[in-house]
């Protein structure tokens, strides 16, 4: 079974670029199977998709995070990461790492499997 | 991207039938796929693509769609089904949307 585990700094200043890995385990990121997403939620408010990457590298973003977004992928270490530029106090989020699947050649998504999420707050 | 909205709030009596819908012009081309989210942890997927459920997930949780609204139904809903629901799709450029929750109490 796939697990998924986020880690760095739960304190960013503001100006300063927001940086997250995802350690995959259980499968490898280079299996071909999934998209590696990354998810947000502000406290108390609803689920944000930020972006995802495939193993080749290719990756894809919410328009509203593009300009500030990077999203990379290290299958080496069957890693990927999430850095997130010139942050302010609106990018204080719970931050999820979890992994998007097809389902059965529709078309549609569903992801399955999620870490358990590490909350970022962004200092003044 | 195309939006997909959720009621805010449902309440259920334990034990008795409750349904969540997603509505959104996106759901006419894709399946919604539905997550359970309890206070301070990670959503679960419960229900993906048509009706289907991830091993664990407990048969009273089911899904149908018609038109541009998906329904997460439990059937004789539990203590322990008390949390906010999440509705997910795609839009037609590849977008991740997101509903914006509904939180179910089961009284």
């Known amino acids: 079974q796939v697990q998924l585990q986020e880690s760095g700094p739960g304190l960013v200043k503001a100006s300063q670029t927001l940086s997250l890995t995802c350690t995959v385990s259980?499968?490898?990121?280079?299996?071909?199977?999934?998209?590696w997403t990354w998810i947000r939620q502000h406290p108390g408010k609803g689920l944000e998709w930020i972006g995802y990457?495939?193993?080749?590298?290719?990756?894809f973003s919410n328009p509203s995070l593009k300009s500030r977004l990077t999203i990379s992928v290290d299958t080496s270490k069957n890693q990927f990461s999430l850095n997130l530029s010139s942050v302010t106090a609106a990018d204080t989020a719970v931050y999820y790492c979890?992994?998007?699947?097809?389902?059965?050649?529709?078309?549609?998504?569903?992801?399955?499997?999620w870490g358990r999420g590490t909350l970022v707050t962004v200092s003044s | 991207s195309s939006e997909v909205t959720q009621d805010p709030a449902v309440s259920v009596a334990l034990g008795q039938t409750v349904r969540i819908t997603c509505q959104g012009d996106?759901?006419?081309?894709?399946?919604a796929s539905w997550y359970q989210q309890k206070p301070g942890q990670a959503p679960l997927l419960v229900i993906y693509?048509?009706?289907k459920r991830p091993s664990g997930i407990p048969d009273r949780f089911s899904c149908s769609n018609s038109g541009n609204t998906a329904s997460l139904t439990i059937t004789g809903a539990q203590a322990e089904d008390e949390a906010d629901y999440y509705c997910?799709?795609?839009?037609?450029?590849?977008?991740?949307?997101f509903g914006g929750g509904t939180k179910l109490t089961v009284l």
């Open positions: 979890a992994s998007l699947a097809y389902y059965s050649g529709s078309g549609s998504y569903y992801m399955d499997y």
């Open positions: 259980g499968g490898s990121i280079s299996s071909g199977n999934y998209y």
């Open positions: 990457i495939y193993y080749t590298g290719s990756t």
């Open positions: 996106s759901l006419r081309s894709y399946y």
């Open positions: 693509g048509r009706d």
């Open positions: 997910n799709s795609r839009d037609s450029s590849g977008y991740v949307v």
